[in-house]
């Protein structure tokens, strides 16, 4: 099984922030697949290139084609490895993996990776490119995640892999089972919150029966999203009856997801502050902090670039990570590394007014990186390289031959210019 060589997802990414042109850029790479049908790793770039401008379906459509010539891919890099991890990736679009290629960024690890179909026959054993390490990237909360996982596990006993992230029982952090998880633990907050049909939910409405109906979750405002969806996607705050009925609406979807609205706003000045923390074996790290004026708050609509003081706070929250926030909440990050069970996840989460904290979602899959600009955020290198490091150190200590892993001291890695992605491929 043969990797086809791709620029993949971080090289790309970084173009990206970069102010690349990508629709010049996937207008370049049209005809290579054109010369060479069988081009399955452009195929894969133009998949993400396509998806990073909107077009999600089509760039389905392209990764679909690519998987009718292999489904397994290496990253290039400029400068060659010192060793492989292989990624099991679920066949999904390109945000709802473990964003591997932007955590391993040094020489230290080649990334090679491999998309096992959702329906692959229990006997079908692949012959698996050569590695050191193995990590499965699937998303936890994905539908079919649990028979994803299982047959990881089972490939992984088949051919004696050492497969990080790979659960013996996955628990899969749902925003439904979470609240329920973690209820007993002191000065952990997980918002209340329950799946329902556009059918139960039109029905609650015309009976007018919400106190009844949604007992458990609480009381108006609610919070609600399509089902499975994230990053604020179909994201509203619902203050009454007719903002239910508007909403439903203006969506297409058939299932939803209803929360409970906690007001997590700072009583100091009334801004929301949401933090991005990743668990590397157990260590918390923070990834970023957002600060913004409404409660729908992601890093990508909080204007920190914008903002010297958002950006100076956000600097001295993760500078004193360790002995500030850290050391508030390691009960509660102890709680959900003990439940969840991975190597590595994420999470985003508040402080309420009386000091707990919140967490709005845990995922496997969230997009942590060290792309933003350097002269925007100086601060920020220092700590993405923490993660970077963990992570690098993780995987070193489970391969072979981790009695002589050496551990670089990261930079950050500078790809080339388009001129030379072309001639990547």
């Excluded at 010369?35 to 077009?55: C, I, R, W, Y």
């Excluded at 891919?73 to 945000?95: C, D, E, N, W």
């Excluded at 509660?332 to 969840?340: K, L, S, V």
């Excluded at 350097?374 to 070193?396: D, G, N, T, W």
Aim: charged letters at 25%.
């Amino acid at each position: 099984m043969e990797p086809h060589l791709r620029i993949g997802l971080a090289a790309l990414s970084e173009f990206a922030f970069d102010g690349g042109d990508l629709k010049a850029f996937y207008a370049k790479l049209i005809p290579l697949v054109q010369e060479n049908p069988t081009n399955a790793g452009v195929m894969m770039d133009l998949s993400v290139l396509a998806q990073m401008q909107g077009h999600q379906d089509l760039g389905l459509a392209w990764q679909g084609e690519a998987f009718k010539i292999s489904r397994v891919y290496r990253s290039i890099r400029q400068t060659p490895a010192k060793k492989t991890v292989l990624v099991f990736a679920a066949p999904i679009h390109m945000g709802g993996n473990t964003p591997v290629d932007l955590l391993l960024r040094s020489d230290e690890f080649d990334v090679v990776t491999y998309y096992p179909s959702f329906d692959m026959s229990p006997e079908e054993v692949p012959q698996l490119p050569e590695h050191d390490i193995a990590f499965c990237a699937a998303p936890a909360d994905h539908a079919q995640a649990q028979a994803f996982y299982a047959k990881i596990r089972h490939l992984a006993a088949l051919q004696d892999l050492k497969v990080v992230n790979l659960p013996d029982n996955l628990v899969k952090p749902e925003r439904e089972l979470l609240p329920k998880l973690f209820a007993n633990v002191p000065g952990l907050h997980v918002p209340k919150t329950q799946q329902m049909s556009r059918d139960a939910l039109q029905q609650m409405l015309a009976l007018g029966n919400e106190a009844d109906v949604l007992a458990e979750t609480g009381s108006y405002p609610f919070i609600i999203r399509p089902a499975g969806s994230h990053a604020g996607f179909g994201l509203e705050k619902i203050d009454s009856r007719e903002d239910f009925a508007s909403y439903l609406a203006t969506r297409a979807e058939d299932e939803f997801s209803i929360g409970e609205f906690i007001n997590y706003a700072s009583p100091e000045d009334g801004m929301f502050r949401k933090a991005r923390v990743v668990l590397v074996d157990g260590k918390a790290y923070p990834s970023h902090y957002a600060i913004a004026d409404h409660w729908d708050i992601w890093y990508a609509n909080s204007k920190m670039e914008e903002s010297p003081w958002k950006r100076l706070e956000e600097e001295a929250f993760m500078d004193n990570f360790r002995t500030e926030f850290c050391k508030r909440h390691q009960n509660a990050f102890e709680a959900m590394n003990d439940a969840i069970g991975l190597e590595y996840v994420g999470f985003d989460c508040a402080e309420d007014a009386d000091g707990n904290l919140v967490v709005f979602e845990i995922d496997n899959a969230l997009i942590v990186h060290n792309l933003d600009s350097s002269e925007i955020y100086p601060y920020k290198q220092r700590h993405m390289r923490q993660i970077f490091k963990a992570v690098e150190r993780m995987l070193s200590a489970r391969c072979q031959s981790a009695d002589t892993a050496q551990f670089p001291d990261l930079s950050r890695l500078v790809w080339p210019p388009e001129s030379e992605l072309l001639a990547m491929v």
